[in-house]
């Protein structure tokens, strides 16, 4: 079974500050893992993914995640944040042999203040 | 952009009204979902397809069918609505060739009063 835990349903930074959240999985096999971020009264938007290639992926808008297989995490940072980066940011776990087996974490509300 | 289309994107109906919502898809792909979001649960599937007439329930189910009659076209029944089904509903579609990505449509806003 597989599982995906986002610590912090809420976080708040300053603008120009480091952006850091948290992904941890649990999974049975090597998994595949995103980052979807969601802006209000929109769908989700795929910002990176992780397909067993590079361990560090670079995804749009300036962030980038760290595979870390040894810690099963799968933390998304940017090194500055930006008003625009205001949304909820989902991550998601898949099987790569089961196409119906894809979880997502609870979600956590990113605060950018002035 | 996978051409993902909701339809209806809002709509308000009564307790014991059925309700369809529509999925419509451009991209051809295989794998279709429909999932809802509800503040504190994060998305939870509901139904998905895995080819025409090909369908399976997802962990939320009860209360729900679907169907797919056609590659394009994804349809998630509420055969008799009840206030817990207010919710958001989301169809995604997944093509296994893009690394098992999955792909959002905008969302269907439904208010059971």
């Known amino acids: 079974a597989q599982s995906v835990t986002q610590l912090g349903s809420h976080v708040s930074v300053s603008e120009g500050a480091l952006v850091l959240l948290r992904c941890n999985y649990s999974?049975?096999?090597?998994?595949?893992l995103f980052w979807y971020v969601q802006y209000p009264n929109q769908g989700l938007q795929l910002l990176l993914k992780y397909t067993s290639a590079a361990t560090l992926v670079k995804g749009i808008n300036g962030f980038e995640a760290e595979f870390k297989k040894s810690e099963t995490s799968f933390h998304l940072t940017k090194p500055s944040a930006h008003m625009s980066d205001a949304a909820e940011y989902f991550c998601a776990v898949s099987d790569p042999d089961n196409f119906n087996k894809f979880y997502f974490g609870s979600g956590t509300k990113l605060n950018v203040k002035p | 952009d996978a051409g993902i289309t909701q339809s209806p994107r809002h709509k308000v109906t009564e307790t014991g009204t059925p309700v369809t919502l529509r999925c419509h898809q451009t991209?051809?792909?295989?794998?279709m979902y429909w999932y809802r979001q509800d503040p504190g649960h994060g998305l939870r599937l509901i139904h998905y397809?895995?080819?025409?007439?090909?369908?399976d329930k997802g962990e939320v189910s009860d209360g729900y069918s679907v169907s797919r009659s056609k590659t394009e076209d994804f349809l998630l029944t509420l055969e008799s609505a009840t206030s817990s089904q207010t919710s958001v509903y989301f169809c995604?579609?997944?093509?296994?060739?893009?690394?098992?990505?999955?792909?959002f449509g905008e969302g269907s806003w439904l208010t059971v009063v």
């Open positions: 397809s895995y080819g025409v007439k090909d369908t």
């Open positions: 995604a579609t997944m093509k296994p060739s893009s690394g098992n990505t999955i792909y």
């Open positions: 999974s049975s096999v090597p998994p595949y």
């Open positions: 991209e051809n792909h295989r794998y």
